[in-house]
């Protein structure tokens, strides 16, 4: 493994990392309407500053007879604010390598303020 | 029995991380819904207020509450209890049997919501209604007390701030059964006594006092309800243009939109007239003045229901390390920074020519916080809008450079008597940016605000602070050059409705700092018959 302490071998393992954290993203999905359930000790800079931050982080089996999983978190009748998915590398390869009968779900969630009507 | 949540704390920050500020016990108060009227879930929180008022005086504690903490200065902060009040957040119709007989208002124009409903919220409600808030922020995450607490003002030339459009206050000043009263003005009444005794308030109707209150900066008690006039749905027009500096300016200084060198041709009537515009706001690099100002002007249309939907379908968001890193290198190399702004120009102001129309709540959407931030606003008379804004282009390029862009809007002048939108039209006067620390090489902010107001003093621009924004707020004298007597005026009315102790027990740092936190045993005048008016009955 001498090899991979030159500057091109370090080069190409920089390249590699790159290319491995490209493949991890996430994506957020808002609701133009309503306000978000609040929390006043969250405090974190960007998008979920002040917002009570729902985390579901989990993997899933499948049978040989289910194709899908849904997860049904509540959040109560006014219904989800935001909704934040990530596909991670890792991720893709479990779901790759079981013939797609692992699943990992990472979401991140946001619900409605609740109405006072 | 309203929700509480308490929270043992040392520390606490707002929404644009301008502390941490230190704190001892939060409290999160939250409405009980298993009470079915809401009216009686409304009284309900009202109780468990005061409850919480009468638990800090038996542990000899002040207690203030706050919403969405989005002031940037430490008005809404205080060191030993705070109450969250944003999940308060009851909205209700006005029904014509709730009028007062005198009153100017139709019911089917009056609204009635609960301190922590959002602007969002409010806009939402209305617009399920056929109404519309007259004006608001830049904008929509201010909770209603908050808001008019400090003056939230927006950009609108004919409608004011949001605290204009208020005609009734519910406030709670104490823990006893007499301590929740209803205040309008005595000119201007709105809602009957009738009304006032279902919310469990004394009505008190006082132009002074109510004019006092309604930028109180908290130190009024807490207020638990808010009536607003709403107005008919209408659509906001918004055209995004250049404009060069000498007649964008000649405009601010004249608002005479109709003699301007620049016109919209879609805006200019057969007869050469032009409509007059809700909404003028120039954006200014101040690194590069002499560039056509980007501007951005709206037109207030009936309402239709065929047009595009104005809020973007994809919203990008930049690294959140960019800001504390142009903020750290800033410090260090203050010479690059008017490269910095020129390449961020993209990210801080409009896209020009671009031409969008939607709803007062559409146009001014969402925003979401991506790093600390600093805002400083100065009220001056339009007037004198070309001379300041040229003291404080020459004071940032002299002092500075600092990590900012300068703005300026026109909103028509407030009743309140602490407003900072106080001339006839005030030219709101904004520099906006990232905070940095200060080293020898770099001027701290409050220093560059100081030397802004000497400046202003000096060629004799009357202006005043934004409340719920940074500044040297313990300028000596600053009250005094602000707003003259209006200060004592508001002294003596809140000295009017509040027991000295009260008065204590609702005083923040903020208060000590500005000199507005001193109390007055002995009124004369309007202030005496104002508490003449509040002990009666109390």
Known sequence: MAHTKTPAGMALMALAFAAIQSCSYSIKVANQSGTAQPDPMNREMGFYNGKEVKVIDTVVNLSLLQNGAMVIPDCGRCGFHSVEYKITFGAMLRNTFTFGKRKSIKVKYVCTKTLNQ | MANIKITHTTQWDNFHFNGPFPLKTHYDIDTNRNIRTLINRFNDSAAEIQKLIQDSLDCNERLRAYGSAWSLSNVAQQGDRMLYNARLNIQQEIKDEQLHELTPHLSENLFFFQCGTTVKEITEYLFDKGKSLKACGASNGQTIAGAISTGVHGASINEGSIQDCVVGLQIIIGPGPGDIVYLERETEPALNDEFAVSINARPIRHDGLFNAALVGLGAFGIIHGVVLEAEDLYLLKRYVKKIKPSEALEIAASMDFDNAAFRILEETNPDGTVTIPYH??????????????????????????????????????????????????????????????????????????????????????????????????????????????????????????????LSMRFVKQSAATLAFTKFPVTCVLEVDGIPWKANQDMISLDDFLTEVIKSFTANHIGFALHWGKNAPWGFPGLIDTMFGDKDDEWKDMRSALLTKQMADMFSNDFLNTIKLADYRTQLTGDALAARTLVTANG
């Open chain 2, 280 to 405: 003028y706001k120039l954006y200014i690099n101040p690194y590069k003045a002499t560039e056509d100002f980007v501007t951005e002007i709206i037109y207030k249309k009936p309402y239709r229901s065929d047009y595009p939907d104005p809020v973007p379908f994809v919203k990008k968001a930049i690294f959140k390390d960019i800001p504390t890193w142009v903020s750290n290198f800033a410090a260090k190399h203050k010479k690059l920074i008017p490269k910095i702004l020129d390449a961020l120009k993209s990210e801080a102001f409009p896209e020009v020519d671009e031409t969008i129309e939607g709803t007062l709540g559409e146009i001014f959407w969402d925003t979401s916080q991506s790093s600390a931030a600093f805002g400083c606003a100065f009220g001056i008379d339009n007037k004198d809008s070309t001379k300041a804004l040229k003291l404080f282009i020459e004071l940032m390029n002299e002092k500075g450079p600092i990590p900012g862009i």
